[in-house]
């Protein structure tokens, strides 16, 4: 399978697992947990090595440039190159450098972006997975708090495919139904 091909199922199949996500009033590092937890659940069903905080190949900046970044989650898969995944609310150029970086090292990045839906799309070959949120300030007064409510947007299921022959217009309104005739 070409990479970019594996790149693009491992990206849909995420974005059907975060689907399912919901929640209700959490703050940004308790969304963020949350997904992070939801890419690992998703990864070990697969029967992948998880790996939390993994080092990237890419270095710190200075002055720590001597100490690596760190990557949400890495899986390390038998059947294909290992896969990286970020998870992230903002767009944040360092995200970028990274998941590139990673790239060239040859790991499939993935980048899941969550907020309201003003979402950047990445430099390929990363590819992004969307996760939308609604926020409101916070009732206790501190900052915000983040919901996610079932998906309502999702198309309805497949009909049946049998072709329906012409129809006959009919004038409305429809006559009344006639009485039947009874008999003595």
């Keep these: 399978m070409v990479l970019g091909e594996d790149g ?13 996500v919901t929640f209700t ?3 940004t590092d308790q969304v963020t947990a949350r997904l992070i937890d939801a890419v690992v659940d998703w ?4 029967g992948w090595r998880v790996y939390r905080r993994a080092s990237s190949v890419l270095p710190l900046p200075p002055p720590m440039s001597a100490q690596q970044s760190v990557l949400d989650v890495a899986c390390a898969r038998p059947d ?17 450098e990274k998941l590139l970086a990673e ?3 040859g790991r499939i990045p993935l980048w899941v972006r969550w907020g309201t839906g003003r979402f950047t799309a990445p430099p390929p070959p990363i590819r992004m997975v969307t996760c939308e949120v609604s ?13 996610r409510s079932p998906r309502a947007d999702k198309l309805p299921p497949a009909h049946s495919a049998v072709r329906v022959g012409a129809v006959a217009a009919v004038e409305l309104p429809l006559p009344p139904p006639e009485s039947p005739d009874v008999e003595d």
Excluded: K, Y
């Design 8 to 20: 693009e199922r491992l990206a849909a199949s995420l974005a059907d697992r975060l689907d399912a």
């Design 25 to 27: 009033d959490l703050t």
């Design 43 to 46: 990864a070990e069903q697969r």
């Design 80 to 96: 294909g190159p290992p896969v990286v995944v970020e998870v992230d609310h903002g767009t944040r150029r360092r995200t970028w």
């Design 103 to 105: 790239a060239d090292a």
């Design 135 to 147: 926020r409101r300030p916070d009732p206790t007064g501190r900052g915000a708090v983040h919901s």
